[in-house]
């Protein structure tokens, strides 16, 4: 298993940054294709981003794409997720979650929370206009 924990979380102005961060600890991180969601009241969780294990592919949601840029440091079993130019629709708790390297992922599944077996407890966002 994974442990995860967000931070980076807070009050930001509409066009302004945070960068996000997920602690992963347990078994090696490096073997888990991960991502972000998000939560705003009263909606279901939405993608915002994936990388794979290595690093080198990444996956954006239309609505967050050319502003945010997910990655990840291995050695430092440490996701991040940079969000520039935050708008007040990006208000939201953010979770980042590991996938289950027993089972194979296609694109499509790192979209879908469904695609993920281990969950951070979230790390809220308000960005205010």
């Known amino acids: 298993q994974v442990q995860l924990v967000e931070s980076g979380g807070g009050l930001a102005q509409a066009g302004g940054s945070l960068r996000l961060s997920c602690a992963a600890s347990?078994?090696?991180?490096?073997?888990?294709?991960a991502g972000w969601f998000r939560q705003a009241p009263g909606k279901e969780r939405e993608f915002v981003a994936a990388?794979?294990?290595?690093?080198?592919?990444?996956y954006y949601a239309d609505s967050v794409k050319g502003r945010c840029t997910i990655s990840r440091d291995n050695a430092k079993n440490t996701l991040y997720l940079q969000m520039n130019g935050l708008k007040p629709e990006d208000t939201a708790v953010y979770y980042c979650?590991?996938?289950?390297?027993?089972?194979?992922?296609?694109?499509?599944?790192?979209?879908?929370?469904?695609?993920?077996?281990?969950w951070g407890q979230g790390t809220q966002v308000i960005v205010s206009s």
């Open positions: 990388i794979t294990w290595s690093g080198l592919r990444t």
């Open positions: 347990g078994r090696t991180f490096s073997n888990y294709a």
């Open positions: 979650a590991a996938t289950d390297p027993a089972i194979s992922i296609t694109i499509a599944t790192l979209y879908r929370p469904s695609g993920y077996r281990y």
